[in-house]
């Protein structure tokens, strides 16, 4: 057995050109799944041993074999040929090569790569998983706490990018609170999807070996079995793409929050400062403090939309079972899944050290008409004038101030009488007291009463329930972590056992 | 109050090109959801009512004209004109001309357009969702039986489109049954997030009317309220882009169901033949028979993902709150959801008058070697040798059949003896009888021992397990039915009483 | 023959959800080609009749049906009937009702319905490229206008969003000129590959008729015939994508200058108003004046690129040849071509009656350093220190003015001294006169000197090259329109004549 | 100046996830364009000498210096350190690092990073553009080669991926190479775009440096200078663009061609036989020839067209000028080249090494009908009865000889008698001689006469016309790499002139 050690049918080796094509890139990716790799081959093994397909012994060898490449990967010395393809083949090659022929040539029984490298991926994913909830958990509670604090901080709130009306920071807050939870929810259904047994699909039709496929989702930490072996092989993009898809409204999210903070940061708004530890600089312009994080937050969201694409547009067309352009999505499990968990944890410090200006923020939403909505509801509520003409008497007495170049403070009770007057032919009996009243935007949001406004006392009970929804949920997600950790552990105490024996 | 009566601040009209910009394109959607618009508004009405906010009879002047404009537009007779911009500003202006001004201009009181459109698209939407998840029970039902008709055809398994191991067409269709039913769990889990009531959250603050979300809520069937107000207005986008992601994959699983089809059905594979009724010919080719349905199939599936990165392009970078670009995604929601729900109908019917050519598919099963594993396997089992050895042997022999243009029935012991030498040096022992045993297919099934194997006893269960699971779906889907129906019917008796009173 | 003439040997009509999913969309969408598809029809007769393959008799005959199905069409009364399946065969069959089978049944001879469609289609899209071309021309000419108005409007020039250095109004509108012009070409490059004829092409390989190609291009106005009739079928989809490529660039184009307008128009920036005309106002908030018409464009923009993505994604794939699929890029041909000439038309008006407000454009320019790089440059020429440490020293300065809140022109010559210590432990020798008018903007803009900056002089230069470029390219177009209206007279009165004799 | 030269107004260093985040994978693109970033350094030091703006002393230090970190670098030996951000600021803080701040801090004078990173990216853009137009022609004369090889090689025509008409594989060989030469068209036009030299305009608007943008184009082989320094800085984004839809549409071309070959080197097709070189086997299943190359073709279309959207997508909204959302741009430049390089030279060795099956090709194109055309036709020619009556006789032939398991060559002179009768209720006079030999294929291709037919005499002229396309394109492709070549060569001579003096 020579170089390359899997030739089948084959009588000649891959030219150059299309090993370079078609492995180059791709072992670059394996190598972030070597411990994967070993960690199933583990399982396999134990499981082989377990059903009698193996002896004992020969598992032992095979195992203390798969116990020295892992501390060669740890030591940074076990480096993946592209001659031996890809991860699954680099391993069992190793294997032989330590244990023989007559035994390691026993590994590769009653399954394939086609569900070895479906089985490596979700060991991966369903980590990556993990790891991006924790640290999205972390964001919405750090939001949940800036909400309290600003329960009370007037904002102007915008439709059309346009003063719309008052809103607080703490509503702000708590609309991104909602949009988080709503992705955590998402991402978890996928979870359920990822942690389910692959091994023993083997190449799409199973194996006519005893096997078990309980034993390894056991030893795996699995929460079941995907059953269909068909159906396990082709799937292999749509775990992707279901991921994919989740992660990329998140990611929408966060573009647009980095869109809000990006326009709040400029000085026509002013309405917000970056720390200096989340700012650059220009090489030539020495006054730039630029947002270069909240910028390229925004673009990578590009590039996880592209990802999930990619997937889409991979999948579409082909025929069922395993084809090899699947391969293709290969990078987006480690590119995707990194991207978004520095993005969350950028995120969580960025908007932490954020310096608010309160007093900007109150001064943009008096001192535009963001409370003309009001007006047009107490003109209602005081006169019996239904909505539709109150709307038009007070759009009247806007479009007369912006010719008159007054500010919203600056109207006086006569500018509401004459726009009556041009509505409806009589002046409305109003004081000016009240007109001063409504028009200031404190009251605005104090008066607001329904449901899930920016009352302070509704968004109080918005961040109450919320933070004992985060907290039932990291408490379910801290037991699915432990679950894998006692699985890992578990699987490792059974192993020294059998190389002890 | 002329023409367009919704003036606000603005002292002109629209030009003619950006009113055809704007709104042309734009009412012609809207045209497709007048009765959701009219259902909202009645809601609305009664709620107003009930809160104090207007009178009973002001609610029953406008539930009255409300119940004209139904009319009208079941007749055919009311056409949106694009002068009032969209359907809200329609309705409301119909409502105003009939009742008049003193009491149609408090319709529009505590809501927004904003707040309007999300309701009228989710009231769509939980149906439109109901509907596909009826249609895809049942093709979930068809491949169901057709599975249970076909355990023991046996047909070639595929991987690389090349011939890897027989399997049967019903582990084939039970493959496609679990990704189905994936499908339908995903759409299940965003009918949630689409039922919830939207009504409420006005421009993006609330109101400071003491309106009822939850008798909104109620009367229209809703699961729940989506608080935040901010929040909703926001997330008109990302309901869409969760069902379009999950359209978008229940597509793709369409997609590689017409690839195998179309190959299937082609003369080399010759494997199923389509009804004629559901095949066209050519206007110039008088022999062509071609598979249109399943290649358009194929292609619509590029549509429904182009319309899901439309939603999420447009979305990123976005601020928060409402801004026009949304309106761009509104022909999804009708195109997409007609798409699908056509899709399944013509997949069902064409899948249930396919012609399967049973021999010919044996045929192909049999002639080219998709066995080799289980000869490798059975050589492992049978003598001890490794199955990394086994491989290399039977690759020799499948190597030197071509090379002497033998099929698989025609090779014999000798042929085997001869590549045992070639790769271990020695003949093997395995008698003539053994080899055709094992290379015969039938048997491969059968030896098939795996969970999730095409073993025609693996497949009956996951068969049997996937009934009860449709079966359970069908069930709870029917509930959900269901309670929209009693919701509509329950606030229709209200109005007729109020009517009547 | 009855209803569906087109049977082949097909021996069952589509089944109604068949016919609903294959036809009932796309016929809407062929009835908008209805003219081209009636002049292709005359073109390909006439040919026919010169190259003997028909009579002048039959030629005649066939015409005259054409010509009642074209007055027919005009009048709004030739409807397409979805049994006929296209636009083809529905025109086939009137002529063939008209004029009996034994000569109607002669019109297709020589050709498919596969180079048909690419003929209407090619017919349509050259239309569509030269209108879209003259509105773009037309854009690019408001902006030269408004840019030579705006030469010395100092505006403040942005990076990251951020104050980065002035500029002027008229550099701005040029930037867009460099950009619309590059556009211009791309759309006229595509347009060589849409003008060749692909009729002829037939279904796939052309025809043992002697039909002349060179014949009907030269009736239809082609600039040359695309030869290779697998080519020919094959490209369908490909000179769509080119199209669609192009155009979505335009869109990025045009969804950037909206972005900029956005910002510019909210209260915050306050650089520009738009007119009345080009916005919108609320329904609940009377204060309202939103930009509808550029947020929509960016939204549309999305639409535009999504539909490149359609057809990639379409024909990625799909084997040489026609299929089904491409059926499914039809809508993009009306769609996005009616997009992009609307909102070339929208812009034009939209930034012909803009409002600058100079004053604001100013003041933001003056006040916030935007002159800091000027500064850093004069230190280094006045005084020779290295331009890497005169940016140390104004980065100082900068910081230090705003920890005391200095605006730029507060800034005075003591605080240039002393971060001059700061860095580089000395004072610098500047007098109070040249650091004013240093960080004076108007005199930076008169300062620049390199080629392209926003000196007057140098976007004098720009706007006189590119008129001269436009106007060039403004000839070119308009002569490529005059060829094809030509050859469309020709056409005509040759028929005339037929049915004259 | 300690660590983080580059401080401007900012009083903190970034913290380490922001470092991370904005920095980390960037860096690893950057150290791909260090030779690039030297080169650009090399020819704007020259032309501040040239310029007066630094003395030739100056010059020669840092020249010195750019000469040692481009030594260091060939060795392997110059790593880009995160904290000095990216390439630029290495490069330039290695120079001050060697010849002091007094001479280095001169190097940034009059340009930014804006304009440096669009030129190094140009210039790799470039020479990526030459080495893909260099492959594609050797792919296109490949094809031209085997197509004279095929001209008589018959083969089945697809439509619908069903059986059409006979065509040659000449034919299906000049298909592909028209459509490579349009592919070669559409990126030789983006070359004409990314060869403008971007350098002087410094962050966007230009400099008050006296600087030469005409030295820099004429040192650095650019054509002509891209002018407005706004639009420069703007266009980053569409540049890349306009190359990666190209190249999109050229990989969907490669993947069709993918397809093509998958679906003819199936076990059903059997038209095709890759050699082993370029194929791989199965893990598990040792009969496994799988032809990876093709179908990982397919799958890198998606990840091309993917990168695509990523640039639109991100583009989309953005506003004028830079914005660090570009940034995530960078990856596609070089991932996309260097696929569709090694895209191109695989298929070249692939499909030149492919074993054509003619006589399965043959036997294809003869067994089902696909002359059934060249029958309607030449019915017709001999009795007169128009095409869409011989049409539906010869579907009614085929339909009957399907209902009694008739191959194509067994259909006789009765068969044609009796569906005839069927059809016009009479026998037509037809001999049998008449009707085999139509049905022959052979004949069916020489009898075709249209321009671009698959006849041999159309498909050899085809071939002549395009084998001299593409050596002219090949002249003016060398002369543009000369030219390139050339400016090399002398900037460095001129260095080592300066190095001397």
Known sequence: MEDKFLTGRLEKKLTKEALEFLVLDDIEWDSKIIEEDITGNEAHTLMLWKTGIISKQEAKKILGALEKVRDL???????????????????????IDEVG???????????????????DLRLRLRKEINEILVLLAKVIRTFLSLAE????TVMPGYTHLQHAQPITLAHWFTAYVEMFLRDFERIEKTYQFVNLNPLGACALAGTSWPISREETANLLGFDGIQENSLDVVTSR??????????????????????????LWTT????????????????SIMPQKKNPDVVE???????????????????????PSGYLKDLQETKP????????????????????????????????LAVCNFSTATDLADFLTRKTGIPFRVSHSIVGTLVRNAFKERKKATEVNIEDLKKASKEVIGKEISVSEEELKKVLNQTTSIKLKKSLGSPNPSEVSKIIEKNRKKIEEKEKNLQARINKLLKAEEKLQSIIKEVLKS
């Open 267 to 282: 000085y026509e708004f002013g309405m917000v400062t970056f720390d200096d530890s989340y700012a650059m600089t220009s």
């Open 101 to 119: 022929m007559e035994i390691g040539g026993k590994l590769h029984t009653g399954r394939s790569r086609n569900d070895q490298i479906i089985l």
């Open 237 to 262: 993009g749509e775990e992707l793409a279901e991921l994919l898809a989740n992660l990329s409204i998140l990611m929408v999210h966060l573009s647009r929050l980095s869109e809000d903070l990006i």
């Open 149 to 152: 604090e600003h329960l009370e």
């Open 73 to 95: 990967h740890r030591e940074g010395k076990f480096k993946l040929k592209p001659e031996f393809e890809d991860v699954h083949l680099n391993v069992e090659k190793f294997v």
């Open 296 to 318: 390229l937050l925004r673009g990578k969201t590009s590039m996880v939309i592209s990802q999930l694409l990619l997937s889409l547009c991979l999948m579409k067309g082909l």
């Open 332 to 363: 987006a499990v480690f590119k995707v899944t990194e991207t978004v968990k520095r993005s969350l944890q950028v995120v969580n410090g960025l908007v932490s050290t954020l310096k608010i200006n309160k007093q900007r923020m109150f001064e």
